[in-house]
Protein backbone atom coordinates (compact mmCIF):
# COMPACT_ATOMS: atom_id res chain seq x y z
CA UNK A 1 0.00 0.00 0.00
CA UNK A 2 1.14 3.38 -0.82
CA UNK A 3 2.06 5.43 2.47
CA UNK A 4 0.54 9.68 1.79
CA UNK A 5 1.94 12.57 3.43
CA UNK A 6 -0.71 15.05 3.06
CA UNK A 7 -2.14 15.34 -0.40
CA UNK A 8 1.10 13.76 -1.52
CA UNK A 9 1.06 10.01 -2.75
CA UNK A 10 4.63 8.09 -2.22
CA UNK A 11 4.27 5.05 -4.68
CA UNK A 12 6.05 1.92 -3.33
CA UNK A 13 7.49 -1.07 -5.54
CA UNK A 14 4.13 -2.70 -5.06
CA UNK A 15 2.24 0.00 -7.14
CA UNK A 16 5.21 0.24 -10.12
CA UNK A 17 4.30 -3.32 -9.92
CA UNK A 18 0.62 -3.35 -10.52
CA UNK A 19 1.11 -0.65 -13.06
CA UNK A 20 3.52 -2.89 -15.35
CA UNK A 21 0.82 -5.69 -15.48
CA UNK A 22 -1.35 -3.62 -17.61
CA UNK A 23 0.96 -3.66 -19.88
CA UNK A 24 -0.03 -7.19 -20.10
CA UNK A 25 -3.54 -5.92 -21.53
CA UNK A 26 -1.49 -4.03 -24.67
CA UNK A 27 -0.22 -7.63 -25.18
CA UNK A 28 -3.21 -9.52 -25.82
CA UNK A 29 -4.32 -6.73 -27.92
CA UNK A 30 -1.41 -7.18 -30.16
CA UNK A 31 -1.41 -10.71 -30.05
CA UNK A 32 -5.16 -11.19 -30.90
CA UNK A 33 -5.06 -8.12 -34.00
CA UNK A 34 -1.28 -10.01 -34.65
CA UNK A 35 0.15 -6.52 -34.86
CA UNK A 36 3.58 -8.82 -33.98
CA UNK A 37 4.40 -6.07 -31.31
CA UNK A 38 5.08 -8.31 -28.66
CA UNK A 39 8.57 -8.57 -28.89
CA UNK A 40 8.57 -4.81 -29.24
CA UNK A 41 6.42 -4.15 -26.63
CA UNK A 42 8.44 -6.21 -24.01
CA UNK A 43 11.88 -5.11 -24.91
CA UNK A 44 10.29 -1.27 -24.82
CA UNK A 45 8.43 -1.58 -21.22
CA UNK A 46 11.91 -3.54 -19.37
CA UNK A 47 13.89 -0.65 -21.15
CA UNK A 48 11.46 1.66 -19.29
CA UNK A 49 11.79 0.29 -16.01
CA UNK A 50 15.72 -0.50 -16.23
CA UNK A 51 16.68 2.83 -17.81
CA UNK A 52 14.38 5.20 -16.15
CA UNK A 53 15.67 3.17 -12.13
CA UNK A 54 19.17 3.46 -13.82
CA UNK A 55 19.12 7.59 -14.88
CA UNK A 56 16.65 7.74 -11.46
CA UNK A 57 20.00 6.26 -9.18
CA UNK A 58 22.61 8.56 -11.23
CA UNK A 59 20.41 11.73 -10.55
CA UNK A 60 20.38 10.89 -7.03
CA UNK A 61 24.12 10.90 -7.13
CA UNK A 62 25.02 13.82 -9.03
CA UNK A 63 21.60 16.00 -6.76
CA UNK A 64 23.37 15.15 -3.63
CA UNK A 65 27.33 16.17 -4.86
CA UNK A 66 26.31 19.43 -7.26
CA UNK A 67 29.53 19.24 -8.82
CA UNK A 68 29.73 21.73 -12.28
CA UNK A 69 32.19 18.82 -13.81
CA UNK A 70 29.93 15.96 -13.18
CA UNK A 71 26.47 17.71 -14.28
CA UNK A 72 28.48 19.29 -17.27
CA UNK A 73 29.54 15.73 -17.94
CA UNK A 74 25.82 14.48 -18.05
CA UNK A 75 24.75 17.10 -20.36
CA UNK A 76 27.57 16.53 -22.73
CA UNK A 77 25.96 12.68 -23.09
CA UNK A 78 22.66 14.07 -23.02
CA UNK A 79 23.40 16.40 -26.06
CA UNK A 80 25.30 13.60 -28.14
CA UNK A 81 22.51 10.76 -27.27
CA UNK A 82 19.95 13.34 -28.61
CA UNK A 83 22.37 14.06 -31.94
CA UNK A 84 22.79 10.42 -32.19
CA UNK A 85 19.07 9.76 -31.75
CA UNK A 86 18.15 12.45 -34.46
CA UNK A 87 20.53 11.09 -36.97
CA UNK A 88 19.15 7.58 -36.64
CA UNK A 89 15.91 8.79 -37.57
CA UNK A 90 16.70 9.77 -41.03
CA UNK A 91 16.26 7.57 -43.85
CA UNK A 92 18.83 8.43 -46.34
CA UNK A 93 21.92 9.07 -44.87
CA UNK A 94 25.00 11.52 -46.08
CA UNK A 95 28.23 12.14 -45.14
CA UNK A 96 28.25 14.48 -42.25
CA UNK A 97 24.53 14.13 -41.13
CA UNK A 98 25.59 13.17 -37.63
CA UNK A 99 27.52 16.33 -37.32
CA UNK A 100 24.41 18.48 -38.73
CA UNK A 101 22.11 16.78 -36.39
CA UNK A 102 24.53 17.19 -33.52
CA UNK A 103 25.07 21.29 -34.43
CA UNK A 104 20.93 21.46 -34.68
CA UNK A 105 20.48 19.89 -31.30
CA UNK A 106 22.83 21.37 -29.40
CA UNK A 107 23.18 24.79 -30.62
CA UNK A 108 19.08 25.19 -30.18
CA UNK A 109 19.45 23.00 -26.49
CA UNK A 110 21.94 24.78 -25.15
CA UNK A 111 20.90 28.38 -26.09
CA UNK A 112 17.83 27.98 -24.97
CA UNK A 113 18.60 26.32 -21.40
CA UNK A 114 21.31 28.74 -20.52
CA UNK A 115 18.25 31.72 -21.55
CA UNK A 116 15.47 29.50 -18.91
CA UNK A 117 18.45 28.86 -16.61
CA UNK A 118 20.24 32.56 -16.22
CA UNK A 119 17.24 35.08 -17.29
CA UNK A 120 13.59 33.35 -16.77
CA UNK A 121 14.47 30.93 -13.43
CA UNK A 122 17.55 32.71 -12.10
CA UNK A 123 19.18 29.43 -11.29
CA UNK A 124 22.01 29.95 -8.60
CA UNK A 125 24.29 28.48 -9.17
CA UNK A 126 23.68 28.03 -13.15
CA UNK A 127 24.84 23.92 -12.83
CA UNK A 128 21.95 22.98 -10.08
CA UNK A 129 21.61 20.25 -11.38
CA UNK A 130 17.82 19.61 -10.09
CA UNK A 131 17.13 22.30 -12.97
CA UNK A 132 19.78 22.09 -15.39
CA UNK A 133 19.42 19.00 -16.19
CA UNK A 134 15.74 18.37 -16.67
CA UNK A 135 14.82 21.16 -18.77
CA UNK A 136 17.96 20.34 -20.97
CA UNK A 137 16.53 16.97 -21.40
CA UNK A 138 12.78 18.32 -22.06
CA UNK A 139 13.98 20.55 -24.96
CA UNK A 140 16.37 18.40 -26.52
CA UNK A 141 13.78 15.18 -26.44
CA UNK A 142 11.19 17.80 -28.45
CA UNK A 143 14.38 19.37 -30.39
CA UNK A 144 15.42 15.87 -31.53
CA UNK A 145 12.15 14.99 -33.11
CA UNK A 146 11.42 18.42 -34.60
CA UNK A 147 14.98 18.14 -36.41
CA UNK A 148 14.67 14.64 -37.49
CA UNK A 149 10.99 15.28 -39.33
CA UNK A 150 12.71 18.50 -40.96
CA UNK A 151 15.85 16.33 -42.08
CA UNK A 152 13.62 13.44 -43.68
CA UNK A 153 11.38 15.52 -45.23
CA UNK A 154 13.98 18.27 -47.12
CA UNK A 155 16.54 15.12 -47.90
CA UNK A 156 13.53 13.44 -49.37
CA UNK A 157 12.38 16.55 -51.64
CA UNK A 158 15.60 17.44 -52.36
CA UNK A 159 15.93 13.97 -54.23
CA UNK A 160 12.28 13.80 -55.69
CA UNK A 161 12.57 17.22 -57.42
CA UNK A 162 15.88 17.32 -58.25
CA UNK A 163 14.36 18.44 -61.75
CA UNK A 164 12.40 20.88 -61.03
CA UNK A 165 15.83 22.54 -58.46
CA UNK A 166 18.13 22.56 -61.38
CA UNK A 167 15.55 23.74 -64.02
CA UNK A 168 14.97 26.80 -61.93
CA UNK A 169 19.08 27.17 -61.91
CA UNK A 170 19.33 26.93 -65.04
CA UNK A 171 17.17 29.54 -65.31
CA UNK A 172 19.80 32.10 -63.19
CA UNK A 173 17.55 31.34 -59.46
CA UNK A 174 19.72 32.32 -56.68
CA UNK A 175 20.17 28.51 -55.37
CA UNK A 176 18.37 29.06 -52.25
CA UNK A 177 15.75 30.64 -54.48
CA UNK A 178 15.06 27.09 -56.29
CA UNK A 179 15.14 25.47 -52.53
CA UNK A 180 13.19 28.19 -50.52
CA UNK A 181 9.58 26.00 -50.95
CA UNK A 182 10.93 22.65 -49.44
CA UNK A 183 12.98 24.38 -46.94
CA UNK A 184 9.78 26.30 -45.37
CA UNK A 185 7.84 22.96 -46.45
CA UNK A 186 10.36 20.79 -44.12
CA UNK A 187 10.43 23.59 -41.16
CA UNK A 188 6.72 23.55 -41.16
CA UNK A 189 6.73 19.71 -41.14
CA UNK A 190 9.39 20.09 -37.83
CA UNK A 191 7.18 22.38 -36.16
CA UNK A 192 3.75 20.90 -36.82
CA UNK A 193 3.67 18.57 -33.28
CA UNK A 194 5.38 20.87 -31.29
CA UNK A 195 2.61 23.73 -32.88
CA UNK A 196 -0.03 20.57 -32.55
CA UNK A 197 0.16 20.56 -28.75
CA UNK A 198 0.60 23.95 -28.04
CA UNK A 199 -3.10 24.51 -29.43
CA UNK A 200 -4.77 21.91 -27.60
CA UNK A 201 -2.89 21.52 -24.41
CA UNK A 202 -4.91 22.56 -21.33
CA UNK A 203 -8.35 21.52 -23.59
CA UNK A 204 -7.83 18.15 -24.66
CA UNK A 205 -4.38 17.22 -23.04
CA UNK A 206 -2.33 17.62 -19.83
CA UNK A 207 1.10 17.90 -20.45
CA UNK A 208 3.46 14.23 -18.64
CA UNK A 209 5.46 17.51 -16.45
CA UNK A 210 2.42 19.52 -15.40
CA UNK A 211 0.71 15.89 -14.32
CA UNK A 212 3.83 14.81 -13.04
CA UNK A 213 4.15 18.13 -10.86
CA UNK A 214 0.10 18.00 -9.58
CA UNK A 215 0.75 14.08 -8.64
CA UNK A 216 3.74 15.13 -6.87
CA UNK A 217 1.44 17.35 -4.76
CA UNK A 218 2.58 20.46 -6.43
CA UNK A 219 0.52 23.76 -6.19
CA UNK A 220 -1.55 23.46 -9.85
CA UNK A 221 -0.77 27.21 -10.57
CA UNK A 222 3.33 27.19 -10.18
CA UNK A 223 2.59 23.36 -11.96
CA UNK A 224 0.91 25.91 -14.63
CA UNK A 225 3.19 28.27 -14.90
CA UNK A 226 5.71 26.15 -15.34
CA UNK A 227 4.45 24.58 -17.92
CA UNK A 228 4.04 27.82 -19.69
CA UNK A 229 7.21 28.54 -19.80
CA UNK A 230 8.71 24.91 -20.73
CA UNK A 231 6.24 24.66 -23.95
CA UNK A 232 7.22 28.35 -24.86
CA UNK A 233 11.45 26.86 -24.32
CA UNK A 234 10.37 23.74 -26.45
CA UNK A 235 8.65 25.77 -29.40
CA UNK A 236 11.79 28.05 -29.69
CA UNK A 237 14.63 25.41 -29.52
CA UNK A 238 12.49 23.27 -31.95
CA UNK A 239 12.39 26.36 -34.43
CA UNK A 240 15.73 27.13 -33.96
CA UNK A 241 16.55 23.27 -34.59
CA UNK A 242 14.68 23.38 -37.53
CA UNK A 243 15.96 26.37 -38.68
CA UNK A 244 19.77 25.58 -38.51
CA UNK A 245 19.19 21.90 -40.10
CA UNK A 246 17.25 22.98 -42.67
CA UNK A 247 20.49 25.63 -43.51
CA UNK A 248 23.10 22.89 -42.86
CA UNK A 249 21.70 20.47 -44.92
CA UNK A 250 20.93 23.18 -47.53
CA UNK A 251 24.91 24.07 -47.84
CA UNK A 252 25.58 20.23 -47.84
CA UNK A 253 23.40 19.47 -51.15
CA UNK A 254 25.24 22.79 -53.12
CA UNK A 255 28.99 23.51 -54.10
CA UNK A 256 30.83 26.15 -54.95
CA UNK A 257 29.57 25.97 -58.14
CA UNK A 258 26.14 26.44 -57.00
CA UNK A 259 25.32 23.23 -58.30
CA UNK A 260 23.15 20.86 -56.51
CA UNK A 261 24.67 17.25 -55.65
CA UNK A 262 22.99 14.60 -54.13
CA UNK A 263 25.38 12.46 -51.62
Not at 15 to 27: F, Q
Not at 81 to 99: D, P
Amino acid sequence: MSATDDMQIFLTYSDIALASSLIIIVILLSWRLRLQLTKTLLMAAVRTVVQLSFIGLILAWIFAREQWYEVLVILTIMTLIAGSAAKNRVKRHYKGLFTDTLLAVSASGILVTAIAIVMILQVQPWYTPQFVIPILGLILGNSLTAISLTTNQLINAFHEQQGRIEMMLSLSARPFEAVHDPIRSAIINGMTPTLNSMLVVGIVSLPGMMTGQILAGADPTQAVRYQIVTMFLICVSSMLGCTISALLIYRRFFNKHKQLILP
